[in-house]
Every structure is written in C-alpha cells, then in structure tokens.
C-alpha cells in the first residue's frame, strides 16, 4: 500500500487529501492521473456552468474522481490531533475564543516546562 498526499496551498488556506493506493506510482504517472482527474471535473462543471478559477475550486471533486475512477481510497485514521494555528502556544489570552482544548492544553504543558523561551535561546 502506497499513501499519497494530495492538495494545494494558499497564502491563507490549504487542504490535503491523504489517499492510498495499492500502485506505487512514479511523480510522472501521479502528475497524469491527476490531470487527467482535474480535466475530467472541469469538462463536468463546464456543462454545469459552474466557474472555475482555481486548483481550490476543483479540489475536492478531484480527490472523488481519483476514488471513483482511479483505485484510490481516502486513509482512515486511527486518531488525529489539530488545534487552532493562528494563536500563540504560550499566550492562553491570545485569540481566547478560538481556542481549542488541544491547544489550551498545549499552552498549559508549555508553560509549566521549563525551558528558556528566548528565541535567540532556541536557534543554539
């Protein structure tokens, strides 16, 4: 079983599909399927009217029709860990209300460690 990570990335956004498939295939064969994946979601919205601009507008339906079409299936995970990218890990003040368990109970375990947080400290 091979896994494969599949997305795009902005300056503010992103999203990843992480997709396994018994294949191994080669950046050459990947680039191929998935274009051909891209051009086939396209062609449908086209006739559909639906605008297309961008990777981000087709995302989604590209990682259906790599499933659909292709033998790829979506890894199910046994367990994920996320939290809340933006605030700060020491400051539980910094965007309050967004804060989730994970990262409140990060800034926590952060706090109480004792470790010099200069940052000029951590580039030794």
């Given at each position: 079983?091979e896994?494969?990570?599949?997305?795009?990335?902005?300056?503010?956004?992103?999203?990843?599909?992480?997709?396994?498939?018994?294949?191994?295939?080669?950046?050459?064969?990947?680039?191929?399927?998935?274009?051909?994946?891209?051009?086939?979601?396209i062609?449908?919205?086209?006739?559909?009217?639906?605008?297309?601009?961008?990777?981000?507008?087709?995302?989604?339906?590209?990682?259906?029709?790599?499933?659909?079409?292709?033998?790829?299936?979506?890894?199910?995970y046994?367990?994920?860990?996320?939290?809340?990218?933006?605030?700060?890990?020491?400051?539980?003040?910094?965007?309050?209300?967004?804060?989730d368990?994970?990262?409140?109970?990060?800034?926590?375990?952060?706090?109480?460690?004792?470790f010099?947080?200069?940052?000029d400290?951590?580039?030794?």
């Amino acid at each position: 079983m091979e896994i494969y990570n599949i997305g795009y990335y902005t300056y503010e956004e992103s999203d990843y599909a992480q997709l396994y498939h018994e294949k191994k295939f080669t950046k050459k064969e990947l680039d191929e399927i998935i274009f051909k994946a891209s051009l086939s979601v396209i062609k449908k919205k086209m006739v559909l009217n639906h605008f297309i601009h961008n990777y981000s507008d087709i995302h989604s339906d590209v990682i259906s029709v790599l499933c659909d079409n292709y033998g790829f299936k979506e890894v199910e995970y046994d367990m994920s860990w996320t939290c809340f990218g933006w605030a700060s890990i020491f400051d539980n003040k910094d965007w309050e209300s967004d804060r989730d368990n994970n990262l409140k109970n990060l800034t926590k375990y952060l706090n109480k460690a004792k470790f010099n947080r200069n940052h000029d400290s951590m580039r030794k």
